[in-house]
């Protein structure tokens, strides 16, 4: 008996000692994360430029690619109900945000859409220009989603990732700061009340400069037909009473009607006397 145990040990042990351990790492199958260890998300995002007109670099490619996966949106779920990120501190440290989830809030100013020909494999854009109340600022939202339509001037919150700090020019010339995220078209509504009172300020303000532009313009033209209306029919029947004797007496030729066109009350009277001595002596 003692043999059989000694003789199924030496089979077992050798065979248990060769067969390696199973590494519970695994390699990844699907797209690749935006965890800071990543070795390629770090390669790209290092090359990445601050302070740039243009955001056409690897790592923003690489963010639009990889945004909507599942392990993504959880992030982006998760962080959207953070407090928002103050874009000055993402200005003065852009490095110590990029590639993570942030929140920002601000109004909408302008949407578009848009495709890379470079990289149809990212189908329509949409980007958004957010400014933010009580600076100058301008965050650019990039979603690879459609978001819902809103109308201008609307207050929005987006959650993305943070990908650089960029320089932006306004269509009259002048320059300005802002940041860049991307995100899967994770947009909702903000929850601060210094966003909505001053979309609700800055919509009220618009309409009332365009209804004083309306009302000034409507005056402006009531007083140009007013002033025209009391200058023209002055004018037009004093020339009248001007030319109309003079007419009358250089059509007919008689000189009977010579003391209508006179002024000279001495000339009228001695007319009238002539006319009247005439009259009497046949």
């Not at 797209?31 to 995002?45: I, Q």
């Not at 990120?85 to 989830?101: N, S």
Request: hydrophobic share 35%.
């Amino acid at each position: 008996m003692k043999r059989w145990i000694l003789l199924g040990s030496a089979i077992v042990i050798p065979a248990s000692c060769g067969a390696p351990p199973v590494s519970p790492v695994q390699e990844w199958s699907g797209p690749v994360r935006s965890e800071p260890d990543n070795a390629m998300a770090r390669g790209l995002f290092d090359q990445v430029v601050d302070g740039t007109f243009s955001f056409d670099e690897e790592g923003f490619y690489w963010l639009c690619a990889n945004v909507s996966t599942n392990s993504a949106r959880r992030e982006l779920l998760a962080a959207s109900s953070a407090s928002p990120t103050p874009v000055r501190q993402m200005l003065e440290r852009p490095a110590d945000f990029r590639g993570l989830p942030v929140v920002v809030e601000g109004i909408l100013r302008s949407r578009e859409e848009y495709e890379i020909h470079d990289r149809p494999e990212l189908g329509r854009l949409t980007q958004l220009e957010l400014s933010v109340p009580g600076s100058r600022a301008i965050v650019t939202v990039v979603c690879t989603e459609r978001p819902a339509v809103v109308s201008p001037d609307a207050p929005l919150r987006a959650t993305g990732y943070f990908l650089k700090s960029r320089q932006f020019r306004t269509t009259d010339g002048q320059s300005g700061a802002g940041v860049v995220l991307v995100t899967n078209g994770m947009i909702s509504t903000p929850t601060s009340r210094e966003i909505v009172s001053s979309s609700r300020e800055y919509s009220l303000g618009s309409i009332r400069t365009e209804w004083l532009v309306a009302w000034i313009a409507v005056f402006a033209v009531i007083w140009l037909f007013v002033r025209r209306r009391l200058r023209d029919p002055i004018g037009a029947r004093n020339a009248s009473r001007m030319r109309m004797p003079r007419r009358v007496h250089e059509g007919t030729g008689d000189s009977d009607f010579a003391w209508m066109t006179t002024t000279d009350p001495k000339a009228k009277e001695r007319s009238s006397r002539g006319k009247t001595g005439s009259e009497s002596n046949p």
